[in-house]
């Protein structure tokens, strides 16, 4: 109609002109309106994936928090019970050292009374041989004094004097050492004093023969391992705290027999709290203290041989059996590995 509407043919050739740009120009502006959809569509197809994404992202990090607030509180539960774990090792530490002190205190006492009981034990001897020297003395004297009065009377005499002598020996308290008066002053203090055990021939034997053996004795145990060294050494869980072992801990199995490992004399049996029964072994100036028995098969003053059995291990709480050994010469505390034997 808008073409027929035309009043020339020259107006006619302008309208279809017109027509035909406004349709090549509306098919061009539709492809630009698919070609902006299509952009339009990949863009949003983008930023779909891209939420996508982020929500995935977000979600992640979401459990991510969870899980780091999970493991936060798991953290602050191991650390209490870390520090609850401390306070018990410290707690325990401390008992142990008391237990230690007992101990090293007991010994030092014992290893103080065999002292002054050596140097008692000495003097006495002395004494004794002085009043026996002095008796025979006088016997040979009065023997003499008899022998140059004559024949006759010279028994009589001579069987006098003997029983004076005798009498007098009797009386005399340095004569029969067995009834000595109190010792003096001087003499408790020279046995304060004394740092070592005054020896017999039998208990210098006895030391000789168990300082000869160093390197060579046998373990306490028949099996075992040592779980603690001698001496000063860091704590294995506790940091900056240093502990102190007089002797070795040999961990062995449950009930395991405990041994002497020399011939000696049972000086000591006790108990402590920590230590459970102890046995200390007197060797001449030596001393082995064997600690953490459950129960003992010997007593005091009781003798006996290398590697008899004298006690068990005892087990603590946690499940571990282990015994405490310990070598002493006469007030100085030894290190035992350098002393028992190889396994």
């Not at 953290?75 to 325990?92: A, T």
Request: with cysteine; aromatic share 6%.
């Amino acid at each position: 109609m808008f073409l027929f509407a035309s009043e020339s043919f020259n107006q006619f050739a302008l309208r279809l002109r017109y027509i035909r740009q406004y349709t090549e120009e509306r098919q061009r502006q539709a492809a630009r309106i698919m070609g902006t959809q299509y952009r339009l569509h990949q863009q949003l197809s983008g930023l779909t994936e891209q939420q996508k994404r982020k929500s995935s992202l977000l979600n992640s990090q979401l459990n991510e928090n969870r899980n780091l607030l999970s493991l936060k509180t798991k953290e602050d539960e191991m650390v209490q019970q870390l520090s609850q774990q401390e306070q018990g090792l410290r707690q325990e530490l401390e008992e142990r050292r008391q237990a230690a002190n007992q101990l090293d205190n007991l010994i030092a006492a014992r290893v103080r009374e065999e002292i002054v009981r050596a140097a008692r034990a000495a003097r006495l001897a002395a004494r004794r041989e002085a009043a026996f020297a002095a008796a025979r003395d006088a016997r040979r004297a009065a023997a003499a004094r008899n022998a140059s009065g004559g024949a006759g009377p010279a028994r009589p005499r001579r069987e006098t004097d003997n029983t004076t002598s005798e009498t007098a020996s009797n009386d005399d308290p340095s004569a029969n050492p067995e009834s000595d008066a109190p010792e003096t002053a001087a003499e408790a203090a020279a046995d304060r004093r004394a740092v070592r055990i005054a020896l017999t021939p039998e208990t210098a034997l006895a030391s000789s023969s168990f300082s000869g053996n160093r390197g060579h004795l046998p373990w306490p145990v028949s099996r075992g391992f040592i779980s603690q060294h001698f001496g000063r050494h860091p704590h294995p869980v506790l940091k900056n705290v240093t502990v102190e072992n007089r002797g070795v801990d040999i961990q062995t199995g449950e009930g395991e027999a405990v041994r002497s490992c020399f011939d000696g004399r049972v000086d000591k049996i006790a108990s402590i709290a920590g230590m459970n029964t102890i046995v200390m072994i007197k060797h001449g100036d030596f001393f082995t203290v064997y600690a953490k028995l459950r129960s003992v098969n010997v007593h005091e003053g009781q003798r006996v041989s290398a590697r008899e059995v004298i006690g068990t291990v005892a087990t603590s709480a946690e499940g571990t059996s282990e015994v405490q050994f310990q070598i002493w010469h006469n007030s100085s505390n030894l290190n035992p590995e350098n002393w028992l034997g190889r396994k």
